[in-house]
């Protein structure tokens, strides 16, 4: 029986899909993997004889975790195991699970458990992509470059891309759309800098200048989500750099005795009266409609 094409199956065909047949001829053309099978198809690996992915998305580990991690596996070893393919006799390549790996080498194991899995080149691709999309803790641009990996090297479209990583079409979009802001700012989300959120204001807008003062300014005054969607706004509608950043001078409610002492001036005058006042001291404002109207005003106040 011929193999089923895994690719565009998901991970969990991917992962765990292998056809038992292919399975028997992988361990009757290398009968041995060192130093010893476990169970199935899992083995214990060699970590001498293990490359890393050439595939791997991540492309930043926190030092502290990965000692951390490192510490872990002394005391009580590889709880899940790596996943590999097979290149030649005794040599090995990582599909998933670099962290461990790496902590393992840390931590001065020379073996290692591990799946031993078929895969060509784009097969791989798309495993270490989606299996580090779902399982580790990417920064957006290493999800968005991810995700334009899956686009462009696997030939999925947006929507075939979000079933793949159980993300509706919309998310994936915001994420691919990270990847046409500055450079500045792509590198402040990839350090954690700037919040995804931010970042979905800020790309709301389209001119790049536009976008790069809402980041400085953000950065700099710590703005929240919501005071960068209202810059972006501002911007979106023709406002200027400044006025956006001006705070409107919006009038308070006038108690109720204000309000009062308003309505009898406005009718003693015969024009509207206003009154601000902070409870201490404020102003009053008795406007003019030309001369005469001044003329009397004057009048009524007997000046």
């Not at 809402?214 to 406002?239: H, M, P």
């Amino acid at each position: 029986m011929s193999k089923k094409k895994a690719l565009g199956r998901g991970l969990s065909a991917l992962l765990s899909d292998t056809p038992e047949t292919e399975n028997s001829a992988e361990v009757a053309v290398f009968p041995s993997v060192s130093p010893t099978t476990t169970s199935g198809n899992m083995n214990e690996i060699l970590v001498s004889e293990i490359e890393t992915n050439p595939f791997q998305p991540r492309q930043y580990f926190d030092e502290v975790a990965l000692l951390e991690l490192s510490e872990s596996i002394k005391v009580h070893g590889i709880i899940q195991p790596i996943t590999v393919r097979r290149l030649a006799p005794n040599q090995f390549q990582l599909i998933s699970g670099e962290r461990r790996f790496q902590a393992s080498k840390l931590a001065g194991l020379t073996s290692i458990p591990a799946y031993v899995r078929l895969a060509d080149d784009q097969q791989m691709l798309e495993m270490a992509l989606i299996e580090n999309i779902q399982r580790e803790n990417l920064n957006p641009i290493e999800i968005a470059l991810s995700y334009q990996r899956l686009i462009f090297e696997c030939n999925l479209k947006q929507e075939e891309l979000g079933d793949r990583v159980g993300k509706n079409r919309s998310t994936v979009t915001n994420y691919l759309r990270l990847l046409k802001l500055p450079p500045d700012i792509q590198i402040a989300l990839r350090d954690n800098k700037l919040s995804m959120g931010h970042a979905r204001a800020i790309i709301s807008i389209e001119n790049p200048e536009s976008q790069l003062f809402i980041f400085k300014k953000t950065l700099a005054e710590d703005l929240s989500v919501r005071k960068v969607e209202e810059l972006a706004r501002q911007l979106s509608a023709g406002a200027t750099q400044t006025e956006a950043t001006e705070k409107p001078n919006e009038p308070s409610e006038p108690s109720r005795e204000i309000a009062q002492l308003q309505s009898r001036l406005s009718s003693h005058f015969g024009t509207k009266v206003n009154i601000k006042s902070d409870g201490q001291k404020g102003e009053i404002k008795i406007p003019f409609l030309s001369v005469t109207d001044l003329n009397r005003i004057l009048d009524i106040l007997k000046f």
